[in-house]
C-alpha cells in the first residue's frame, strides 16, 4: 500500500513554472513505478510524464515536451514535476501515481493515487 501526497500547485501566469511535489509513503518507493498525469474540467485524466527504465529515462506527453521535468529523489521518497513555460491550457489538476508498470501511459496501470493538486494558469 502506497499513500501519495502532492503538493505545490497554484495560480501561476502564463510563461511562469511551478514545481510539483509527490510524498509517498512507502518504504519501498524505489520499487514502484511512478508518474504524472492529470485532468482538466470536463476532459478525461490524461499522462503527463513518467520513469521508464528504473528511472534512467522519462517519457512525456508530447503537449508538455520540453517545458517539464520529472525527477525523484528515493532517499527522500519523493517525486517531482517542474513545470516551466505554463500555458493555458496546462491548466488542470495535477496527480501522481504509483505501479507496478515501468514507463506505463495509462491510467489504468497505476493502483495508487494522490489526492491531486490543482494548477492555474491565467493570461
Known amino acids: 500500500q502506497v499513500q501519495l501526497v502532492e503538493s505545490g500547485g497554484g495560480l501561476v501566469q502564463t510563461g511562469g513554472s511551478l514545481r510539483l511535489s509527490c510524498a509517498a509513503s512507502?518504504?519501498?518507493?524505489?520499487?514502484?513505478?511512478m508518474g504524472w498525469f492529470r485532468q482538466a474540467p470536463g476532459k478525461e485524466r490524461e499522462f503527463v510524464a513518467t520513469f521508464t527504465k528504473r528511472g534512467a529515462r522519462t517519457e512525456y506527453a508530447d503537449s508538455v515536451k520540453g517545458r517539464f521535468t520529472i525527477s525523484r529523489d528515493n532517499a527522500k521518497n519523493t517525486m517531482y514535476l517542474q513545470m516551466n513555460s505554463l500555458k493555458r491550457e496546462d491548466t488542470a489538476v495535477y496527480y501522481c501515481a504509483a505501479g507496478q508498470v515501468l514507463g506505463a501511459t495509462r491510467p489504468s496501470h497505476y493502483a495508487f493515487w494522490g489526492q491531486g493538486t490543482q494548477v492555474t494558469v491565467s493570461s
Open positions: 512507502a518504504r519501498t518507493f524505489s520499487n514502484y513505478a
